[in-house]
């Protein structure tokens, strides 16, 4: 090889490309913004995921209220069909007519008569008519009643509202002591006040004595230091009473049909001055203290659902 083939060839040698590379620093850079920017889209996925898990508890908990409230709606608007001026009850030889109440048990005792609403309070109500269409009077309750099975409830909530339908009793049986049957129940139920009495204008004053919130989350939270001092959560009574005027009627503690006022009032009868013709129901509901916990407060969420029910059938029991 000559002399000058030789210099040609450490020529190429030396001015070959260098392979440069990354530096350790600047690859510990890198990873360090990389899981910084995946740190922050992990967390935001993460938070919509527990939004999403807390929308769709609440979600779940509205259905199941709505559609026990719509329940509630369809059988007060059967309350009181058929009536006693529909039915002309025969005990014996002796033939029975309106009104359907203490003033004339026999009446109100038959099978064939619903005597529309028995009994109503904030917590409680009794009711007669035909609600499944067949053309058998059915005794229906809704109950508050609490954590311990008590009703009226007495120690703490969450509550449940529970529904008993029966067919009225063959045998002459008061209304207020037919036989029920709780097949029905919507729990976590956190309301249960009911007004401490009225004033000058027998106007009902300020609803209270909500029974307290017992229990915690899964998370610890304690539902007595979240819950208990909100007190439109549990402070509002279950059931209300609106007469024909739209005027809020007193139903504390109770009224049934065991006297002539009361029952002229839950039944209307002409010489009322103040006719029961629409029950409201208001349900707060707290989600389960296991599955609906919101992970972000730690809470359970609560929703509030309300429904009035208008009673078509009360149009006067001694007409």
């Known amino acids: 090889m000559s002399t000058i083939e030789i210099a040609i060839q450490k020529s190429e040698r030396t001015h070959a490309p260098r392979q440069a590379g990354f530096s350790l620093l600047e690859m510990v850079i890198v990873c360090a913004i990389l899981t910084v920017v995946l740190a922050s889209i992990f967390g935001g996925v993460n938070t919509v995921i527990q939004r999403s898990q807390a929308e769709q508890v609440k979600v779940d908990m509205v259905q199941e209220g709505r559609e026990f409230i719509d329940e509630f709606d369809r059988d007060l608007h059967q309350a009181g069909y058929p009536n006693c001026h529909m039915i002309q009850a025969i005990v014996g030889a002796t ?26 309070s904030n917590t409680k109500v009794i009711f007669e008519g035909d609600v499944d269409g067949d053309g058998i009077v059915d005794s229906v309750q809704y ?84 819950y208990a001092a909100v007190t439109s959560f549990k402070d509002f009574p279950v059931f209300q009473a ?78």
Not at 98 to 118: F, H, K, M, Q, Y
């Open 95 to 120: 033939k029975y007519t309106c009104p359907a109440d203490s003033t004339n048990p026999n009446e109100a005792n038959s099978r064939s008569v619903a005597v529309g609403i028995v009994h109503l």
């Open 143 to 226: 109950a508050l009643v609490d954590s311990a099975g008590n009703d009226p409830p007495t120690g703490s909530c969450p509550c449940s509202i529970k529904r008993s339908q029966v067919q009225k009793a063959v045998t002459p049986t008061s209304p207020l002591s037919q036989a029920f049957n709780w097949s029905q129940e919507l729990q976590h139920v956190v309301n249960s006040g009911q007004p401490s009495g009225v004033d000058a204008s027998g106007n009902p004053l300020a609803y209270g004595g909500g029974l307290s919130i017992s229990g915690s989350t899964a998370w610890g939270q304690l539902n007595s230091a979240y």
């Open 242 to 319: 609106y007469d024909q005027n739209g005027k809020i009627i007193s139903i504390n503690p109770y009224l049934d049909i065991t006297t002539s006022t009361n029952s002229a009032i839950l039944n209307c009868a002409p010489s009322s001055t103040t006719c029961l013709k629409t029950i409201r129901i208001t349900i707060n509901l707290l989600s389960d203290e296991t599955t609906g916990v919101d992970i972000q407060t730690r809470v359970r969420p609560v929703v509030t659902l309300m429904g009035d029910a208008r009673l078509v059938n009360n149009v006067g029991n001694n007409f």
